[in-house]
């Protein structure tokens, strides 16, 4: 009932503006009605309109620095940002230590890539400005732009200094360390954190993150475990716990875990779909679709829970239900290459085999070096008795993947049902050096027992041969 009361106002408001444009009436709105209205054009895209009720509201209001950003988010939006840069500029000769006008000018110079700019201007702003943590933070992304990952390390661990809490500052810093090879050697770093105070659930949570990110899960769980005794109603702990439990098979504890997020944070698309995966992975089909479904209900566009769906469905050997939700997460994340190959899969299972040769394709561009791309598509031309199109597919999969043992393996069943028995002799010896222990996928093939004699004696004579 507010809301709509809200938007009633907002629409009369919009109403007298366009009533005044048009006829010139006599109206005065005050700055935090411009404002209003400047803010309701630049949501509706309708940017002219924005800009002229933002040059109306700047000759009514010359200083106002309220007024001034807004003007230089629509020119941005309208990509005239080097014209934002310049207001902005105007204003800062007359107020030149506004914290708004610096961080927003640093904000503008990092989207034009910018970067040494942004940091000035971020420097500059620090004077002035309360939350410090969220403009180092802003630092250490304008470095990592640079991909000076020390630089940005350093203003991340200023900003998780000043506020143990800021998330992105702490998932920004473990990326960076990561990427300079750092990361290993960093827990010392958080450690100290929990020296100083050993009942801080945020210094818990933190090395919680580390170990996380090193994959080390069990000492990740430890920690969490820690944060979560110190406060109950931790939730990012809680949700975080839950993912390295995923990590580990712990399905059922991961579950409990995301639960206890839910009881504490409430309904959430991001929840709802871990709640969904847990419940997908333990088997539990239904009950993993009720929770995706809820996710997308929260937000249509959380292509993950589409995702979901059609992969519970799948697991179901549900494939025309199954594609309708797969395709439906594609068409939000058109670059993700798991739901290519998981619409080309189904495709398959339903015997459409031009859709799942296009969506095949269009993973193996997306990635060329996912081997199961490759193994996958040339399975379908396989099972059609096409030998010669699946050892085609399987040749251009081998130069972007030279090292991968499977593949070389696949050819030789390819190349003996195409009755190529010396290629496939060659084949098998180089995939014996790349990985000897492999073999045994083969007679996965050729449950035939005279074939299976003959490749075994070919993998014997190698053995006895590197002896």
Known sequence: MAEEHKRKEERELIRKFEAFLKNRENHFFDEEAMIQIIC?????????????????????????????????????????????????????????????????????????????????????????????????????????????????????????????????????????????????????????????????????YNLGIVYNKLSRFDEAIDAYEYATAIDEEFSSAWFNMGNALMNLGKYDQALAAYLKTYDQEGASPETYCHIGAAYEKLLQHELAIKYYQKATKLDQLYHEAWYGVGVCLALQEKWYEAIHFLNKALKIDAENVLYWKAVADAEYKTGNLVSSIEAYREASEMDSEDAKVWLDWSMVYYEQGNYEEAIAVLERGLDECPDNAEMYYRGVVYLIGSGSYKNAINRLETALILDFDAHEVLFDFFPNLPTQKALYRIIDQFRQDKK
Do not use: R
């Open 40 to 204: 309701y054009y630049s949501v509706h895209d309708k940017l002219n309109q924005a800009l002229k009720a933002a040059n109306i509201a700047l000759g009514q209001f010359p200083y106002s620095i309220d007024v001034t950003i807004e003007k230089s988010d629509v020119l941005v939006k309208m990509e005239k940002s080097d014209e934002a840069i310049d207001l902005l500029d105007e204003t800062l000769n007359i107020q030149p230590n506004d914290p708004e006008l610096l961080l927003q000018k640093g904000a503008i110079h990092c989207l034009l890539s910018e970067f040494e700019e942004a940091i000035e201007a971020y420097a500059n702003a620090l004077m002035n400005v309360e939350e410090k943590d969220e403009v180092y933070f802003s630092m250490g992304m304008a470095y990592q732009g640079m991909a000076k990952y020390k630089e940005a390390a350093e203003q991340y661990k200023l900003a998780i200094e000043i506020n143990m809490l800021n998330e992105n500052a702490l998932y920004e810093l473990a990326y960076c360390l990561d990427v300079s090879g750092e990361l290993e050697s960093s827990l010392s770093y958080y450690q100290k954190f929990i020296d100083q105070d050993p009942y801080s659930e945020y210094a818990w």
